[in-house]
């Protein structure tokens, strides 16, 4: 199996392009504060999963999946600051919640099945 092929993988690489998209349309103040450490800790997600995929020793993956777990519990802040500020409206607010909570369980089941075989 590659990385590619890992569903939660392929929706946090999702999550980060469509924060990004918002993010982008942002004015400079709003960018600056939250919006990078949004892109940040949205994109930190999957680059986890692939830095810990590479490691190849399945002790150093299931690390790197709680660091990509703790990145989407800090995206999961700051888009809940982002909406009470009103830089996300509700709609778009309720579509990441969603979406992380399904990653989150995606993660979760990934990091349990991580070194069953050995």
């Known amino acids: ?22 993010v982008a ?3 400079y103040f709003e960018k600056d504060t939250v919006g990078k450490q949004l892109v940040k800790s949205a994109d930190s997600i999957a ?10 020793f ?8 709680y660091y990509s777990r ?5 995206a ?8 009470n500020r009103k830089l996300i409206n509700e709609n778009d607010f309720n ?3 969603e979406s992380l909570d399904y990653i989150g369980k995606k993660l979760n089941n990934y ?6 075989n050995q």
């Not at 199996?1 to 918002?22: D, K, T």
């Open 76 to 83: 999961r802040t700051w888009i809940t600051k982002a909406h």
């Open 58 to 65: 399945y002790k150093e993956n299931r690390q790197f999946c």
């Open 47 to 56: 680059a986890n999963l692939s830095e810990g995929f590479g490691r190849y």
């Open 25 to 27: 349309k942002w004015n």
């Open 111 to 116: 990091i349990k099945s991580i070194g069953k």
């Open 1 to 22: 199996m590659n990385l590619e092929e890992l569903e939660v993988y392929q929706l946090s690489m999702e999550f980060g392009e469509n924060i990004w998209n918002i």
């Open 70 to 74: 703790g990145s989407l519990f800090e």
């Open 95 to 97: 579509k990441f919640i």
